[in-house]
């Protein structure tokens, strides 16, 4: 059942294996560990559930363990130096490694220090939720938030193989299954219709956290998001398609204080915004708009923003998010269920309209 | 008199510009200046003196500046961390461009920023110091200290252009001038004869400050780093050797509290122990040693380590040093004036003999 995926990106390849079971495979994690000491990063809640079997497959080796708080609030600069304190208290060297063990938070920190640690060690992430196996496994972005803005500060580097153990979603809240499945959604949307299409037959499985659906799920994900990336390794163009439902989603993140709906929660509401609008301009058919919905909401995901969160203000929101990402406000809209492009051209009417259009209950 | 040097590192190339008055070329700076948006770091010893001129090649460009207080003990967290705090106020996209105006701190701080910046964004560099020119332009290295050592937290980040304008080493201090030099003999030492020849011969030139000569002497050794790191940009075998002289000298650093022997006067000394520690192990003849030891004393450098220092103290230093570097103490020394080679291969006894006879006079 076990899947073995190839990222390919020239010396800096790695594979993501995916499978139940696999934290319990020593002789899996052992090839990938660069010298002699390791520090493994985790979270409150992860660490006591998978750090001890992650830990037998480390016999012999200097083991450190750093054990973060859990939430996006601690994803800043003092937790990240934490870790550069604790390595050089130890006396880490340069041929060191460190293994990323919990979700998106505790592997963006931890590889963002791992990017820096004496310039760049290595790196080996264990994603234990849906998003992270599906997300932050491939494309090797890392960082840290600011006050100022998420992933302001960090890094692009490479992890030296991914260990997406299919098992530890069984520990993985409703929510944040729900939230980890809107991102697989966006694959399918952006470039892979077949991949929809086959999330619509496998949603209930999905949802019973079937183990072979989940497995393949994650694969055709990473699969998508390898082959942008692969393609686009420092987000120049293409990639920045994977960021379909992200503006309008930002928004929604900032507005209502982050921390409250999940990303991926608040992606699933962007995505029927950027189709609604996608619609609106004639570049999506009327059909395919209540298909997106209707598949998000199987995975009981939000499919609008929250009602306290005026559409005006939305729209502000998402124009600081822009301006501080890269200048001018530019959305990734559908051109069909499967197909996705980058464009400047929106008016605000249009953009209110579409955020109007998706509290509508059909 | 200009001089410009490629730097051939694929996608990451960029040129180096040598020349007195370059400053005063907005032409030369303006091509390189990515969006329109541009911050300029420097610190409160350069800015007052070369600012303003730099300002001048920046019309029409949203323009913010950074002064930070002037000293190694600024390279660390927090004033990194105010650089991403000024950028976030002023909305910095991620097209924006750093510019780096000063010495080696000024430089690594301002690199390392960039790199991180929204996971990297362009900056140029604009040495003030001959140590800054001879030696920061050309490797990527940027980063910061940690309180446990010297730049434990960094990146490799290649900048678009270098502009070494020689005018500026007119107001640089004595001590200052004497340590940059240190690094230009450094690369004579390790891989070039002729140009050790060419320093003999122009030891007093340098010293006065004559400008063709400083021109030359910065070329030179930029196209010795140069060759070097276009080998091997991750500094995994050769770039090695750029550290002949440094672990004598980071103890010396480390042994006296950092900041009150300059970096180039301790690599001076260090690179005379280097040099009797080869003459002892057979592979450098006699004549030799003295013939560095007189080039740097002409320069004004130390060629021992401070009296107060002890030999086991050093070796202590040492020690701890490249534990934490990388593992086992491998130093860099001579099979020659302009060849060197790595070896571990050196014991105790043998590092000791070596501190010991650099502070014989002769």
New interface residues.
């Given amino acids: 059942m076990n899947k073995r995926l190839d990222i390919n990106l020239g010396a800096r390849s790695y594979p993501i294996f995916i499978g139940p079971g696999l934290l319990r495979e020593p002789d899996l994690l052992r090839p990938y560990v660069r010298?002699k000491q390791v520090m493994v990063v985790s979270n409150t809640t992860v660490a006591p559930l998978y750090l001890e079997p992650l830990r037998a497959g480390l016999v012999g080796l200097q083991v450190a363990e750093r054990i973060l708080p859990d939430g996006e609030i601690y994803k800043e600069?003092n937790t990240w130096?934490g870790i550069?304190?604790a390595l050089?208290?130890e006396?880490?060297?340069?041929?060191c490694t460190l293994i990323a063990l919990g979700g998106g938070v505790v592997g963006d920190i931890t590889g963002f220090a791992a990017?820096?640690?004496?310039?760049?060690v290595a790196f080996i992430q264990v994603p234990t939720t849906l998003l992270a196996q599906v997300d932050s496994s491939v494309g090797g972005?890392t960082?840290i938030n600011?006050p100022?803005?998420k992933?302001?500060?960090?890094?692009?580097h490479q992890p030296v193989a991914v260990i997406a153990d299919t098992d530890t979603l069984s520990t993985l809240p409703e929510r944040e299954l729900a939230a980890g499945l809107a991102e697989v959604v966006k694959y399918g949307l952006i470039r892979d219709p077949a991949f929809f299409n086959w999330l619509e037959a496998h949603a209930d499985a999905l949802q019973n956290r079937d183990a072979a659906a989940l497995i393949e799920a994650i694969e055709r994900s990473c699969q998508n998001k390898a082959d942008v990336v692969e393609a686009d390794e420092?987000?120049l163009g293409q990639r920045a398609l994977l960021n379909l439902g992200h503006t309008f989603g930002h928004a929604i993140e900032a507005g209502l204080g982050y921390g409250d709906w999940l990303h991926g929660e608040a992606v699933a509401a962007g995505m029927v915004m950027a189709a609604e609008l996608s619609r609106q301009l004639g570049w999506l058919d009327a059909a395919a708009v209540p298909r997106i919905r209707s598949l998000l909401e199987r995975f009981g995901l939000p499919v609008a923003p929250p009602p306290g969160l005026g559409s005006e203000r939305m729209l502000e929101l998402m124009a600081v998010d822009k301006?501080?990402?890269?200048?001018a406000l530019r959305l990734v809209l559908l051109k069909g269920i499967g197909s996705a492009l980058v464009t400047g051209d929106v008016s605000a009417e249009q953009i209110i309209a579409s955020i109007d259009a998706s509290r509508k209950t059909f």
Same sequence: chains 1, 2.
């Avoid at 990017?115 to 760049?120: D, E, I, S």
């Fill in positions: 010298g600069r130096h550069f304190d050089l208290a006396r880490y060297a340069r041929d990017a820096c640690y004496q310039r760049g972005k960082g600011h100022a803005g992933n302001m500060i960090g890094a692009f420092r987000e301006k501080v990402q890269a200048g």
